[in-house]
């Protein structure tokens, strides 16, 4: 297995072990034993375990977030696709709400780790502010849009772990997505 590929591997197997044990059930040979690989190589790629769920939150926020929307979409057809990307992957990756979760739990608590979540949540607001950047007003009502859509998309996340209906989340969504793109884009000029 390509190095690449070994450390995605690992990020996949934190986020499932976090799911189904909590932040305690990340091992180095719990990942190991997952991913098929010895302790060593999982060290290779994460030299302390803390950096782990650091990592796997990035990978989540990264596949969450649309890097080149289509450009001829409007914006409430950019913010629909966002939400049924996330609730979308929250469904095929079991435990992903459940390891997120456990995670922010975890930093509120640990100084460290609220300090890397924070700025991992401002990197994905980054993100995602970038994306939205050519459908909005100006660059600060980009980035306040994509706040709001992240702190929405995970409680649409949760309560579609809880109820296991995240079509029902996803209805809920379509609405808010049409009045934020009428608030934010460019078509909303007060």
């Known amino acids: 297995m390509p190095p690449a590929d070994t450390r ?41 375990l803390d950096e782990v769920p650091i990592a796997a939150l990035d990978l989540f926020t990264e596949m969450m977030v649309p890097h080149d929307p289509d450009e001829s979409a409007d914006l409430e057809d950019i913010l629909v696709a966002l939400g049924a990307t996330s609730l ?4 095929k990756q079991s435990g992903l709400v459940q390891a997120y979760c456990g995670f922010v739990t975890k930093a509120m608590f640990e100084q460290r780790l609220k300090v890397k979540l924070v700025a991992e949540m401002d990197a994905a607001v980054a993100r995602l502010a970038a ?22 998309m995970d409680g649409l996340m949760i309560n579609a772990a809880l109820t296991g209906d995240a079509q029902a989340q996803l209805a809920l969504w379509r609405p808010m997505a049409r009045l934020l793109a009428k608030e934010y884009g460019h078509e909303n000029s007060n």
């Open 131 to 152: 994306a939205l950047a050519e459908k909005t007003r100006n660059a600060a009502m980009a980035s306040e849009l994509s706040r709001l859509c992240l702190v929405t």
């Open 88 to 91: 979308d992957l929250s469904a």
């Open 8 to 48: 995605q591997s690992i990020l996949h197997a934190a986020i499932l072990l976090m799911g189904q044990n909590g932040m305690d059930g990340v091992t180095a040979s719990a990942l190991a034993r997952q991913v098929g690989v010895s302790k060593a190589t999982v060290f290779h790629h994460f030299p302390t």
